[in-house]
């Protein structure tokens, strides 16, 4: 009689990690002006100094693909409520960047949805951005053209107007 010896089970192997999101570091700073460089470049994002990045780092949200390699960038910005027009504080994004080898693939609707749950958390009540392009994006995930008067008047007053940037709204009430 033979007995056999058990193998031991292995495990499958996993398909090769996704790209994740998560909150930038001001160690990032570098990677997120490369990442940003070539929308600079076609006027899709303005122009920011690398210390830029370094002190607004926490505003951040990324996409790391597994070899730590960032491939898209969008942040959020906090606003205090206006006490003479707001009661609640509003959220601005800037600086979305997709990676070319990424666009296409979701990895711009994730860091979006991210963004959005980012600001409920946050009980933001309305977030703006300015697009100079035509902010598909946005407008899919319930952003609208707004007046820029109904945006933050800081945010606001940093507008270029030779951009010729619509503003797109979306206000945050609570999930349905």
Do not use: I, K
Not at 25 to 54: N, Q
């Amino acid at each position: 009689m033979t007995t056999a010896t058990p193998r031991p089970v292995l495990p499958r192997a996993l398909p090769s990690a996704a790209p994740s999101v998560r909150p930038a570091h001001r160690e990032d700073a570098a990677a997120l002006a490369a990442l940003s460089r070539p929308f600079v470049h076609t006027g899709a994002v303005r122009e920011r100094p690398l210390s830029l990045y370094a002190a607004h780092a926490s505003d951040f949200l990324v996409v790391t693909a597994p070899d730590g390699t960032l491939e898209g960038c969008l942040a959020l910005r906090v606003h205090p409520a206006d006490p003479g027009r707001d009661h609640v504080p509003a959220g601005v994004l800037y600086n979305f960047c997709v990676a070319r080898h990424r666009q296409g693939c979701g990895t711009g609707a994730r860091l979006l949805r991210t963004a959005l749950a980012r600001a409920r958390a946050q009980s933001l009540g309305a977030l703006f951005t300015a697009t100079t392009g035509g902010g598909g994006l946005f407008l899919r995930h319930g952003f609208t053209p707004a007046s820029a008067s109904l945006a933050p008047p800081e945010w606001v007053s940093s507008l270029d107007p030779r951009r010729n940037s619509r503003v797109l709204a979306r206000s945050l009430g609570p999930l349905r």
